[in-house]
């Protein structure tokens, strides 16, 4: 496998984790990673917000309460980009009412996990939305209408 092989196949397995606990950032990474995959983490929505269009992940995994702007905002702003309209988010998050699994729906999420999660499900998770990706996705969304 050559170096440029070697950085596409890494780019499709980046995951974006924005969680402001640094114990379940760390928690996270070392799942993910000792499964494989690349782990970006941003502290904040902000952050996520600057990081996403350079890091391009496959898969993004989401806290709902953070500084400045909620997860679900920053969800919405997500959905907003063509470029990232068909990136997987999943909101990992304490705030599990049935109100708050909607608003996370309505704001254009794939997926909610609440805290605290369990290591093994949340990789199975991410195994999943990143093999299923951008066309399953598209297939949920015409099947809905």
């Not at 980046?14 to 690349?38: C, K, N, Q």
């Not at 729906?105 to 609440?114: F, N, P, R, S």
């Amino acid at each position: 496998m050559n170096k440029h092989d070697e950085r596409t196949q890494n780019r499709e397995r980046i995951i974006l984790g924005v969680e402001d606990t640094p114990e379940d950032m760390l928690l996270m990474r070392t799942v993910l990673t000792s499964a494989g995959y690349s782990f970006v983490g941003a502290r904040d929505g902000q952050e996520c917000l600057q990081l996403v269009t350079r890091v391009k992940p496959r898969l993004i995994l989401l806290d709902v309460e953070m500084q400045w702007l909620t997860g679900f905002e920053v969800c919405r702003r997500l959905r907003q980009n063509r470029e990232l309209n068909d990136v997987p988010i999943v909101f990992l998050t304490a705030r599990n009412s049935r109100f708050d699994v909607k608003m996370g729906v309505d704001a254009g999420g794939d997926d909610y996990m609440a805290k605290p999660f369990d290591p093994q499900k949340l990789l199975v998770r991410a195994r999943y939305w990143i093999a299923r990706g951008a066309a399953g996705k598209r297939g949920r969304k015409q099947s809905a209408a």
